[in-house]
Nanobody, 123 residues
Framework: VQLVESGGGLVQAGGSLRLSCAASGLTGSTYGMGWFRQAPGKEREVVSSISWSSTDTFYANAVKGRFTISRDNAKNTMYLEMNGLKPEDTAVYYC?????????????????WGRGTQVTVSS
């Protein structure tokens, strides 16, 4: 199983980025997916998660109303549309896949992780 994030970068406050997470090796499985982030000196935290069917989603309070999670199961790809970015959104963003189909919040329930993509928001 491999998860590869892309789309990170440097953006000014108020700007937008779209992260993608391409999954391979999970064909035939129904799996929930999530985005986590870790800022320097801080613990990894959940940003958003989505169920296999996309009917259930979760957003952390800090990003609610600004970020949108989605997925395309035909392409084995998950997305995170980030608008209204703030300097406090600066972090390494990781995508993760679980072995059940739910919109899981707890990081320990995710079996597979990407290597992360850096998002830097300047003020």
């Amino acid at each position: 199983v491999q998860l590869v994030e892309s789309g990170g970068g440097l953006v000014q406050a108020g700007g937008s980025l779209r992260l993608s997470c391409a999954a391979s090796g999970l064909t035939g499985s129904t799996y929930g997916m999530g985005w986590f982030r870790q800022a320097p000196g801080k613990e990894r935290e959940v940003v958003s998660s989505i169920s296999w069917s996309s009917t259930d989603t979760f957003y952390a309070n800090a990003v609610k109303g600004r970020f949108t999670i989605s997925r395309d199961n035909a392409k084995n790809t998950m997305y995170l549309e980030m608008n209204g970015l703030k300097p406090e959104d600066t972090a390494v963003y990781y995508c993760a896949a679980s072995e059940d189909p739910w919109a899981t919040v707890a990081s320990w329930k995710y079996a597979y992780w990407g290597r992360g993509t850096q998002v830097t928001v300047s003020s």
